[in-house]
Nanobody, 120 residues
Framework: EVQFEESGGGLVQAGGSLRISCVGSGFTFSKHAMGWFRQAPGKEREFVATINWSGGNTNYANSVKGRFTISRDSAKNTVSLQMNSLKPEDTAVYYC?????????????WGQGTQVTVSS
């Protein structure tokens, strides 16, 4: 059974930093691309970042480019998202998932989400 354990969410002031992580199990993590999405209240789930199986290729939403960094440690079955210069509009539940690209429909297995709240 594919499972994810997400951690690192919390409350931070605007301009601050936060790192969230996702540990996967039940599948061969090192062979799968991974991505992060987020969903704010009343809004659709949106793409944030993705990383290929080797970690050599990443892609970001324009809204987070230059502020967020996705990385992976396949030895630990972990994908992380370092978030710097956070803004109130980054407030959302953040989800990790297996897949690649920016389309929600390209992802199959999803984590339960971790809340990130940025205060102004």
């Amino acid at each position: 059974e594919v499972q994810f354990e997400e951690s690192g969410g919390g409350l931070v002031q605007a301009g601050g930093s936060l790192r969230i992580s996702c540990v996967g199990s039940g599948f061969t993590f090192s062979k799968h691309a991974m991505g992060w999405f987020r969903q704010a209240p009343g809004k659709e789930r949106e793409f944030v970042a993705t990383i290929n199986w080797s970690g050599g290729n990443t892609n970001y939403a324009n809204s987070v480019k230059g502020r967020f960094t996705i990385s992976r440690d396949s030895a630990k079955n972990t994908v992380s998202l370092q978030m710097n210069s956070l803004k109130p509009e980054d407030t959302a539940v953040y989800y990790c998932a297996t897949g690649i690209g920016s389309s929600y429909y390209s992802y199959d297995y999803w984590g339960q989400g971790t809340q990130v709240t940025v205060s102004s």
